[in-house]
Every structure is written in C-alpha cells, then in structure tokens.
C-alpha cells in the first residue's frame, strides 16, 4: 500500500507541477487589469473602470465549494476594508444563471454584501485566463495594474493575507 501511495504521489507532483507553471503564464501580476462591464446580480451595470483610483479586490468564481469560501472570505475583506479606498467584486465567470448564481449565493454561510456579478460570456475567464483555475483572486492597484493574486481556495488567498496586500498599497506601495 505504501509503494502505491509513492507511486500515485511521484506520478502527480509532475502534473501538478505543469499546472501550475502553466497557471503561472496565464496570470498578468505588474500588467494592466483588463477592463469589463458585467450585470451585477442586483441589476447595475458595474465596470472595473469605475474603481480607478481604489484598490480593487477582484475574486472570479464558479458555482464551487472552494469558490463559496473564497466569496465568504472576500466578504471578510470588504467588512475589514469597509472605510478605506477599497472595492471588492466577485464575479460569477462560468456563465451561471442569475438564477443558479442566486441561489449559490444564498448557501454562502455568510451574506455578500459587495457586487457580485453575472458574466454570461465568460469574457473574464478569458481575460484573466481563469477557467480550470478556480477561484482566481487579484488585488489591483489604484492605477489599475494587478499587483497580487492568488489561485484557489487556501491559506495563502485568506482575508489576512488579502488585507495585507490591499494595505500595501493604500500606504503607496503601488509603484514599480
């Protein structure tokens, strides 16, 4: 049995190795955030280009388990970075119903406060290169340059560590 497990675990260190060099070319940290205008759940039209001049936290999720505690964690960022110069979405990038999106939403074990939006054509999977890489979390500077991101559900994508970097560059650390 322990041979096996060795064998399974010499077999998959390689392939997760190659998605993550892969994950790593499809993200854009120190490039320009692409820009997009999507329906939010409740019906405005909310476009990144709107938050020039804040620190954007931008999560893109799938109707997921992993993506429901990234999405709650966010909801701790926007509580603990509710009076600062900050804006937190969340985007629904699969194409979801607003339907299927709404009733995700109300599973969450917390209630999302911050605009949560529909994007019916997966534009954002594109732009951002999400897709197999779920959730996809960035943090964007007041100049629109993506400064920090994190794939996935785990400890290093937590409301600390997110905090930390939005509050980097709230104190200027924005410059390259």
Known sequence: MKRMILVLGALLVPVLAAHLVLADGLFKVGEKAPSFA???????????DTYKGKVVVLGLFHICDPC???????????????????AVLGVNSSGNSKKEVGEFLSAFPVKVTYPYLLD????????????KFIPNVYVIDQLGVIRWQRVG????AGEEVIVAEVEKLLAGGNKM
């Open 38 to 48: 999507l329906t939010a759940i409740t019906g405005e039209t909310v476009g990144l």
């Open 68 to 86: 429901m505690m990234q999405g709650s964690t966010l909801q701790k960022v926007s509580e603990m970075t509710k009076r600062k110069d900050v």
């Open 120 to 131: 019916p054509n997966k534009m954002t999977d594109r732009l951002y290169g999400g897709g």
């Open 153 to 156: 559900d785990m400890d290093l």
